[in-house]
């Protein structure tokens, strides 16, 4: 059974930083990465990594958010700097599963940017 364990959202202030974690188990995965949805929006892309290490950014993001992979402990991250109020939203951990190509969501954890 696949699991998706998130963690590090918070409350920043604008211009502040936060690191999240996204902790799979259960499968072998080839994307993983992290979709963002604020209140009365789409979800949409933040920035997904694959197993080799190729980055794809939301353009919102380039420049202020990176992401990292740890592939031993199945383990993506999410380092997010210069933080602005337009960044708040829930953010959720996704994995494609090579099996299959099946995608999988985390339950999603709350950044809110305020001063």
């Known amino acids: 059974q696949v699991q998706l364990v998130e963690s590090g959202g918070g409350l920043v202030q604008p211009g502040g930083s936060l690191r999240l974690s996204c902790a799979a188990s259960g499968s072998i995965f080839s994307i993983m990465g992290w979709y963002r949805q604020a209140p009365g929006k789409q979800r949409e892309l933040v920035a997904t990594i694959t197993s080799i290490g190729s980055t794809n950014y939301a353009d919102s993001v380039k420049g202020r958010f990176t992401i990292a992979r740890d592939s031993a402990k199945n383990t993506v991250y999410l380092q997010m700097n210069s933080l602005k109020l337009e960044d708040t939203a829930v953010y959720y951990c996704?994995?494609?599963?090579?099996?299959?190509?099946?995608?999988?969501w985390g339950q999603g954890t709350q950044v809110t940017v305020s001063s």
């Open positions: 996704y994995a494609k599963q090579i099996l299959y190509s099946r995608d999988n």
